[in-house]
């Protein structure tokens, strides 16, 4: 158990619905990332947050939606999503943007999409 | 791309020996972190090395780095068949906010 917690664990989604991640730390970390998994294919991260302001988007398409209402919650909303974007989704949170600590990851979300 | 890669990307022991994983990477660092993945879960940090350091160790764990040569190894001692996971190097860049991981070696370890 890290301190970040995913959920749902498992989705499956057509690619007409809409449907939403959520991330939760309570280990007081300001800064919450998150990452795609694909298979064969090298960790990507899509998106960061700092005390709750985005501070990156790598370049992730529209149809993913990040949200984080407050420094414990994160959220990921998507909708029309392409059977490309099924991966695992995961969330992690560390002390500070600046990552001279170490990142704490969630679970995931192995997302799939039909 | 300031991607670490991970080599090898698959390596097969039996209990008791050593596994060795080498990571690269492109840029300048402010640290070097290792990290392990069971199938399917998240991730688990191992260690973190900083630019300045050269070795570190945490039980049967001895990270190296090399900055000159832009390098790091991960040595597993005495390897268990509950080390059977991925391992990925993390880098965090000097220019940059971002966690970059590497391609990770798939470790597996036969009792």
């Known amino acids: 158990e890290t301190g970040v917690t995913q959920t749902p664990r498992h989705l499956v989604m057509g690619m007409t619905n809409k449907k939403s991640l959520k991330c939760e730390q309570h280990?007081?970390?300001?800064?919450m990332y998150w990452y795609k998994q694909s298979a064969k294919k090298p960790l990507e991260l899509m998106f960061v947050y700092n005390f709750k302001e985005q501070t990156e988007n790598n370049s992730v398409p529209s149809r993913f939606s990040p949200e984080c209402p407050n420094s414990s919650h994160l959220f990921l909303h998507l909708h029309t999503l392409q059977p490309e974007d099924s991966a695992l989704y995961l969330c992690?949170?560390?002390?500070?943007?600046?990552?001279?600590?170490?990142?704490?990851f969630g679970q995931g979300t192995r997302l799939t999409v039909v | 791309s300031q991607q670490g890669e991970e080599d090898p990307q698959a390596l097969s022991i039996q209990e008791g020996e050593n596994a060795t994983m080498n990571c690269s990477y492109k840029t300048s660092i402010n640290n070097l972190q290792w990290y392990r993945q069971n199938s399917g879960r998240g991730l688990v940090h191992l260690i973190l090395i900083r630019s300045n350091e050269r070795e570190k160790h945490s039980g049967r764990l001895r990270v190296t780095l090399d900055t000159s040569k832009k390098s790091s190894s991960l040595l597993i001692t005495a390897s268990r068949a509950a080390d059977t996971a991925s391992y990925f190097c993390?880098?965090?860049?000097?220019?940059?906010?971002?966690?970059?991981f590497g391609t990770g070696t798939r470790l597996q370890v036969f009792p």
């Open positions: 992690a949170s560390s002390q500070e943007i600046r990552m001279n600590t170490e990142a704490f």
């Open positions: 993390a880098t965090d860049a000097l220019d940059t906010d971002k966690l970059i």
């Open positions: 280990l007081g970390h300001n800064a």
